[in-house]
């Protein structure tokens, strides 16, 4: 069935339907990038003081690398510039905050691309086969068949539901990535608020004992 709609759905069903598939590919990639970078935050940010509390900057540094993930990545940097002042600590991991929600946005915008101009496409598949169906009424006035108006008229319809079936799911994809991207950028803040609290409270508490 799905192939004789695309056979009738002529060029432009083809491109619709060849947006879609890049648009899945991107979600499905995506999808599991945001699994993966996803951890149990707490959980790691109580592994990571309890090493830091023993002064072990190595294993700190090494479990950070293991661990996949922005959160892991803005600990490792905060750790890196644990012996700056605590602004400068605060911009590195800011910094760094900015370039791993980019990351994470990466090729999000194909998806909401496709999303946009799928029911466009449509639109356009419609538009361009009612005109052929009224450029063969008014050359074929008295010579018209009702099978070649149907298939014309057939072609347009299809044009206009891939084109909504295509951006109905997109837009539910983009919007789920985005929640998973929001999740993650919470985790994000909690763990370089508390990472910087910790090194900084650590570098005060260790200038109070050198002036003791």
């Known amino acids: ?38 951890i ?7 592994g990571i003081f309890n090493i830091l509390g023993r002064k072990n900057i190595p294993e700190a540094l090494m479990i950070c ?51 946009q101009i799928a029911p466009l496409l449509g639109l356009l598949g419609t538009v361009l086969a009612m005109v052929q169906g009224l450029l063969v009424m ?27 079936t295509t951006s109905i799911p997109c837009y539910a994809a983009f919007n789920l990535l985005v929640v998973k991207i929001d999740r993650i950028v919470l985790d994000m803040e909690r763990a370089a608020s508390g990472i910087v609290a910790f090194l900084t409270g650590a570098m005060t508490d260790s200038t109070e004992k050198k002036n003791v």
């Open 65 to 115: 690398d293991e661990t996949p993930g922005p959160v892991a990545y803005l600990v490792k940097t905060a750790i890196l510039h644990r012996d700056e002042s605590r602004d400068a600590i605060r911009s590195a991991v800011d910094d760094a905050s900015m370039a791993e929600i980019s990351r994470m946005e990466r090729r999000l915008v194909v998806i909401a691309t496709v999303a």
């Open 1 to 38: 069935m799905f192939l004789y709609l695309l056979k009738e759905s002529g060029p432009v069903g083809w491109v619709i339907i060849a947006c879609g598939i890049v648009a899945f590919i991107v979600f499905v990639e995506r999808g599991l990038h945001l699994h993966r970078a996803r």
């Open 40 to 46: 149990k935050a707490d959980d790691f940010l109580k």
């Open 138 to 164: 008014q050359q074929q006035t008295r010579l018209i068949q009702s099978v070649d108006i149907m298939g014309l008229l057939m072609q347009a319809l299809i044009c206009t539901g891939f084109g909504l």
